[in-house]
């Protein structure tokens, strides 16, 4: 993609309604538009890095067997009134009343919509366990929405649910959840601390909050850096090996204000050891067994032909919100560096440009293409601007891989750098190395 | 996939409420399962076929220049009002209201808000053309949903906006979507009629429609046989032999019953290449100029300075839409039959099973084993049931090519079947190159 064709405003004020820094970055570089309050379009460069980290989820749900399909966005309140969480779920809820007058709603969650599906679905044990999830935009009416696509109304989120016939078997789905989830976090290149949890409005017994690192997190964070330590690698996908996982992550110290104890942290974390930090939220599970299948009859036959309500655990990862968290992780000293895994392009070539001399105007597009053909997925910056300007708009923009294309190259070398790091002189074939591993 | 494994609630019955083959396809194979009056939630089935369909119409869309956005689905009524059409909408457009009693509404179509995207973002001549589009969730709150996901309420549906200069430079926009639309098509196998069509509620002078076709279509279409015979290879993508492509088309007889005139057809169109067809709409594409643009005040300078109205144009392909249809087009005689492109598994493997004897569910699971390797995705039909069963259900799934395990098998060569042909006995690796060509 030539930057000139890219549709991505890119403007250079601060912008005032934005507070925290990944807000302020997805507007300055176009990543996103806000349409009214709360609400957001995705732009290019912003869907780009949504997509990217939508598939990684993707990929790590279907890894342990969860199975995608989609529900709709707009529901029936009837299911709602079955659950009991009509009335509970108040203002949050953005309620709907059709052309015919019935009550609909745009779908905050879908606990109920699931169990709807699937108490129509399977009537015997043979098709137990199960996992569905879909990855879908859910709508919550917030009183003040703030911090961009952070605390926004309406936002994109995959949530599975589980399906199993007795409180043990279900375990075993929420331990293939959070080794997932600890999965996809790492593959985002971001450190994530999985917390025991309130359950809320969803219920249940058990619940983790998986919180990720960054400087302005809204909670604050105690740990042990022990817990960055355990190494998911050394788990097979079996059941033993994934309850033995949960019990290594669960025994190690992790509180948030509330819950923090000084002595108790002094007590169980060596002082060298202890982490005192602040996250974001990116990820929920629960486990609340039979909450909406009594309510709602969702019922299966067993081995004996006794019906039994189905035991149900839900599971919420933030796609649009991941986007922001990993800005707040990774954007430090005025410069943004994209993961690799997510970065909106593999590399940018960044060529020196005067009105007289198109020369390495030129020489990047050879590049350009010679890149283009490895499938390597490559911005070449052709817009007519100083390099200093170009220096500063790349910092935001965060691809992580530079080709300058000035006076340093030598011979076949060119001068290739890496965000945070110095640039150095390497053939083209090196870079392609680089860029691919 | 194993098939015990697939969440697919297989039904007998023939749905009492399906009025069309489609509807009655979807519904008893499992693809879809409607949520509420109008609204439906994809399974896994229905899930992958259409994500194939959404890919497949990314792909064209890009290769044409267009790029992926995402618009949300809740819209503020201010645009709309700016516009002029929030009055006009009626009844089909989902309306509400929020916690702080703003007017919002689901959006049934996307031009006010990628007008106010396009003003806020671009204000030079130098940006265009450009072509944005996105895939997104759609509204409108139909009086009678009828015929499952061919008219429902809420759809999924590609739209595109493109934005120049003048209407002149407009036109090649128009034409660049006129020929992804006719490739997309083509790609799943359709055959795909442009028809000149009214304007309605979107505006401008200039519109096509294009429809496939399929024996249960709803409109009646008359055309010249040699609609079909024309090749889109022979055509350049530049905007010469684009303009040329059009024309090609555009000069062929085509008519809907309501514009057919007998006398007409038969002095334009000779009698044997005459065809009268049913058909489709899935897609429609509309030129409108400044229609939005100047009561929006979406205004760019020109090369002089002086501000101009951009020149607008939108392009809409039914994703939902297209599963139905392409059902519609390709279900006959009790069997349906993906096009390889769109099917939701490569092949199918069909072991004969008896409780006393597993040994061709071994077999089944060794080529099961060997095609994963290669990439291909297989379902493994691993449920207890008689072959001939087996061979009904699998004449309504629809994936293209089986292998079946059974007594026909000799030595290391297999039964290999594709739906609506013979089968013949082949070794896996010419099974291989078959499904993979």
Redesign the interface.
Known sequence: MYL????I?ITKDLPAEAKIKSHQLMLRT?MI?Q???G??????LG?KV?KKIEKIVREEQNSV?A??????????S?IWKESGRYDDYG??M?R?T???G?E?L?GPTNEE?IT??FR???KSY??LP?I?YHIQ?K?R?E?RPRFGVMRC??FYMKDAYSFDLSDEEAKKSYNKMFFSYLKTFNRLGLKAIPMSAETGPIGGDLSHEFIILADTGESKIYTDKKIFEINLKNYKFNDLSLKKMREDFTQIYTATDEKFDKDDFDKKVEKKNQVIAKGIEVGHIFYFSDKYSIPMNCMIDDKEGKKISVKMGSYGIGVSRLVAATIEANYNNDVMKWPKSISPFDVVIIPSISKNNKENLQKAEKIYKDLKKQNIDVLLDDVDENMSNKFKKHDLIGVPYQIIVGSKSEGSNLEFKELNLKSELLSLDNIKSKIKT
């Open positions: 000139s064709k890219l549709f405003p176009g538009k349409s009214s309050a609400i957001y379009s995705w732009l290019p869907f949504m067997g199975q995608e399909m989609l529900m709709p966005t707009i529901q029936s009837e203002e949050e953005l709907i059709d052309r015919q019935r609909m745009y919509l709807d599906v129509s679905s399977i043979k098709s199960q569905l935009w709508f009416d009183i109304k309406e």
